[in-house]
């Protein structure tokens, strides 16, 4: 079956440093992905989104990168700050209306 | 900014019990989606509906049923609650027929004893 994954479960950033996470799709035929945020005791809240015709897109201190070639979506994150400790979500759409979300990465900043 | 309001964010009931989460979105949005979040499963698509009175199954119905009686509010209902269904639920509302993206509610968790 098709499925969103995320290849590391945990990340460890320093404070200042520049985060990378990574989400691997299978669906060649998504059209639409995005990128969630979630804080301990709340609900999921949007960072970015990318179409599938697009290959970068930028937002304030992040970056989405989609290379459909190898189904890779990544979330950059510059100069990462303590309030970007959160499970960041990544999820793909491949048909209407409904997203499918990977399992999350939870990303730690050490001071 | 949209927000979107889950009645409770904490929630006790009993197995057997027929339990109601009422959610509610504040700008207008055509779109609402009913979601559990459970550790290592992700977020998973119980139902979603797309217009007043429509409902769409997701990924996981089994166990639930919605109710959308004005465009504002859905309601996930529990028919029957078992041990099983003990989890953090999620709404979420989006507007346009692209449906994205969408903007989540803070969740009510819900334990059923």
């Known amino acids: 079956g098709e499925s969103v994954g995320l290849h590391l479960p945990t990340l460890s950033v320093q404070e200042g440093d520049n985060s990378i996470i990574n989400c691997a799709y299978s669906?060649?035929?998504?059209?639409?992905f995005i990128w969630y945020k979630q804080e301990s005791g709340k609900g999921p809240q949007f960072i970015i989104d990318?179409?599938?015709?697009?290959d970068k897109r930028q937002g304030q201190r992040v970056t989405v990168l989609l290379n459909k070639t190898v189904k890779h979506l990544s979330l950059q994150i510059a100069a990462t700050q303590p309030g970007d400790s959160a499970v960041y979500f990544c999820?793909?759409?491949?048909?209407?209306?409904?997203?499918?979300f990977g399992a999350g990465t939870q990303v730690v900043v050490t001071p | 900014d949209v927000k979107v309001t889950q009645s409770s964010r904490y929630l006790v009931k009993r197995t057997g019990e027929k339990v109601f989460l009422e959610c509610v979105q504040d700008?207008?949005?055509?779109?609402m989606f009913w979601y559990r979040q459970d550790p290592g499963l992700g977020l998973r698509l119980i139902y979603f509906s797309y217009d007043v009175k429509m409902k769409e199954k997701g990924d996981i119905p089994e166990g639930y049923s919605v109710s959308r009686e004005k465009k504002e509010r859905f309601s996930l209902i529990l028919e029957s609650a078992s041990t099983n269904q003990t989890s953090m639920y999620l709404c979420?509302?989006?507007?346009?027929?692209?449906?994205?993206?969408?903007?989540f509610g803070d969740g009510t968790r819900l334990s059923i004893l």
């Open positions: 669906n060649s035929a998504s059209d639409y």
């Open positions: 700008m207008d949005h055509e779109n």
């Open positions: 979420a509302s989006s507007q346009g027929q692209g449906g994205q993206p969408q903007h």
């Open positions: 990318i179409r599938s015709n697009m």
């Open positions: 999820a793909e759409r491949h048909s209407w209306g409904k997203l499918q």
